[in-house]
T-cell receptor, first 115, second 112 residues
Framework: EAGVVQSPRYKIIEKKQPVAFWCNPISGHNTLYWYLQNLGQGPELLIR????????DSQLPKDRFSAERLKGVDSTLKIQPAELGDSAVYLC?????????????FGPGTRLTVL | QQPVQSPQAVILREGEDAVINCSSSKALYSVHWYRQKHGEAPVFLMILLKGGEQKGHDKISASFNEKKQQSSLYLTASQLSYSGTYFCINRGSGAGSYQLTFGKGTKLSVIP
């Protein structure tokens, strides 16, 4: 069974440029998560989807970040415009969404460098 | 609230044991443990549920003390492959129980 797929794996852009990350979750997983991970820190949740609905986007900086999950499968996370402080690893995870025993499976992440 | 992990880092020789602790200021229903190797995605290890038994995975086991709101991860006879950063995630039992908060992690280095 294929795992969570993310692309690109690496992205280098100049500040003020837009950037987008793509995630394809494990087949059948209704819940999808986007995390931001800074060097030496634990992942921080940006947004959680249940099917097409963003059920928790309280930590998403909405002035520059946006996300969508059309048809409840693939998802895209966008930053526009990017700032130097956005340099980090962006992780996507998916799960079946079955309560407190729910297990998340992570993709390899996209490492973003903003120059 | 972010769970607090200790120690922040530990260096072991192969075959030695280690304990990693995770504590929370809020009532917990479950604790999840993940391991992340350098440059890779976090990988699920195990879930500890409120009222559940101690879990085990090869020579890695964990316990969950609901009253103290703490979980501990036990690594026995460590192997080089155990190196990585270990994270716990707290799942609360009340309002906002779906809140997913990673600890800052414990960096474990196993040396020959």
């Amino acid at each position: 069974e294929a795992g969570v797929v993310q692309s690109p794996r690496y992205k280098i852009i100049e500040k003020k440029q837009p950037v987008a990350f793509w995630c394809n979750p494990i087949s059948g997983h209704n819940t999808l998560y986007w995390y931001l991970q800074n060097l030496g820190q634990g992942p921080e949740l940006l947004i959680r989807y249940e099917n097409e609905e963003a059920v928790d986007d309280s930590q998403l900086p909405k002035d520059r970040f946006s996300a969508e999950r059309l048809k409840g499968v693939d998802s895209t996370l966008k930053i526009q415009p990017a700032e130097l402080g956005d340099s980090a690893v962006y992780l996507c995870a998916s799960s079946l969404g079955q309560g407190v025993t729910d297990t998340q499976y992570f993709g390899p992440g996209t490492r973003l460098t903003v120059l | 609230q972010q769970p607090v992990q200790s120690p922040q880092a530990v260096i072991l020789r192969e075959g030695e044991d280690a304990v990693i602790n995770c504590s929370s200021s809020k009532a917990l229903y479950s604790v999840h443990w993940y391991r992340q190797k350098h440059g890779e995605a976090p990988v699920f290890l195990m879930i500890l549920l409120k009222g559940g038994e101690q879990k085990g995975h090869d020579k890695i086991s964990a316990s969950f003390n609901e009253k103290k709101q703490q979980s501990s991860l036990y690594l026995t006879a460590s192997q080089l492959s155990y190196s990585g950063t270990y994270f716990c995630i707290n799942r609360g039992s009340g309002a906002g129980s779906y809140q997913l908060t990673f600890g800052k992690g414990t960096k474990l280095s196993v040396i020959p």
